[in-house]
């Protein structure tokens, strides 16, 4: 198989999935797919056996949500488009407004349908500013309890999303716990709630069962359906990026020059400043190695390994499903990696290939 080529590993895939379902046995809660983590519609069969269904981020997600990942679909944007509602309700059991603005806007397109709106509680576990859904004067979400209420009659439900990243229990259920102050007046009047993503618990060690009783106590108390919102926590550890080295150079360090592009194909690395990770990362020889797009910081990260690298060999960088396949782009015109499944006998099939044609379709 010509790299590059994203390869998804359904074996490495099913050790979250399971933890999920266990989850959502133990809790009540139901898990629906964030597809702006991870879109690839080709597992969706495999993982809708374990998960509840999708929720989304823009017509387009819930459109691919309601027509390939089996299962409930929510439909949340930031904004809608007056021409895009029609379509957003054709496609979804649950819309989640942003803001009242919107909810008020659309309240005539949107009567009948059940609509929920999404609640600000002002604090994350977000250690970035850029992706800090509760930053200073945060568009994300509704912060004031009071004209919540106002509108909680309009509405069944609601969606925080505060938690990111986070791997920690306690410091989940300290934000549970400040949700509950905070907006506790006003949950009971709703019938479902969800919590959205970023709770890291299908990492190893994280206290399922505790997490389950938390979520299980929660609903109890207001008489709610809890929602989680997966996103990396399904994928994490599922999926490589393999490439190619085409060419090495000395200018101080080892360099090795690959058919690939953290840019173009790991973007979100790049956006955070963090370095892509190999394994195993351990030997005597140290190499950066670097993408073929000409952004002179298109560098994957630094890696050991056990002899020196030439044209030729091939490298994984692992973890290069979550944020990644959906933000892969043609700077630069570098090819665009395939997408592979190895499945759980160990074949491995190419589902998708990219060439020159998408490449000129993209623009015009
Ligand atoms: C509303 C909402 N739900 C779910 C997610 C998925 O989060 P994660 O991939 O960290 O689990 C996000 C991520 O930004 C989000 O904004």
Not at 75 to 90: G, N, P, T, W
Request: with cysteine; net charge negative; glycine share 8%.
């Amino acid at each position: 198989m010509q790299t590059p080529y994203y390869l998804i590993d359904k074996s490495r895939l099913l050790p979250n999935l399971q933890k999920i379902a266990w989850l959502r046995e133990a809790s009540g809660a139901k898990a629906l797919l964030a597809l702006k983590c991870f879109a690839t519609w080709s597992v969706f069969d495999f993982m809708a056996d374990y998960m509840d269904g999708s929720t989304s981020s823009s017509l387009y997600e819930v459109k691919l949500g309601h027509t390939r990942f089996p299962g409930e679909t929510h439909a949340y944007s930031v904004a809608y488009a007056d021409h895009e509602m029609a379509e957003v309700l054709a496609h979804s059991d649950k819309i989640i407004f942003n803001s009242i603005g919107q909810l008020n806007k659309f309240a005539g397109a949107a009567q009948g349908h059940v609509r929920g709106l999404r609640a600000n509680p002002g604090v994350s576990t977000s250690g970035f500013d850029l992706a800090d859904p509760a930053r200073p004067f945060s568009r994300l979400g509704e912060s004031d309890p009071a004209r919540i209420a106002e509108v909680a009659d309009r509405i069944s439900g609601l969606m925080f999303h505060n938690n990111c990243e986070n791997d920690s229990f306690e410091r989940f259920d300290e934000m549970l716990t400040l949700i509950e102050d905070r907006f506790g007046a006003v949950l009971p009047s709703m019938e479902w709630v969800s919590l959205g993503g970023g709770i890291h618990f299908t990492g190893d060690g994280y206290p399922l069962d505790r997490l389950a009783a938390r979520l299980k106590a929660f609903a109890a108390r207001f008489g709610v359906q809890v929602y989680l919102e997966p996103g990396e926590a399904a994928i994490t550890g599922a999926a490589t990026l393999e490439v190619t080295v085409l060419d090495t150079m000395f200018n101080g360090k080892n360099l090795a020059i690959v058919d690939s592009s953290i840019e173009a194909h790991m973007l979100d690395l790049l956006i955070y400043r963090e370095s892509a990770k190999i394994s195993p990362d351990t030997g005597p020889h140290e190499w950066m190695i670097c993408g073929k797009s000409c952004l002179a910081g298109d560098i994957f990260g630094e890696f050991r390994f056990d002899a020196p690298l030439q044209a030729g060999d091939r490298i994984s960088f692992q973890d290069a499903a979550g944020y990644t396949m959906v933000k892969k782009n043609w700077f630069n015109g570098v090819k665009m990696p395939g997408i592979a499944i190895r499945e759980l006998d160990g074949t491995t099939r190419l589902v998708r290939d990219f060439g020159y044609d998408d490449f000129a379709a993209a623009l015009s």
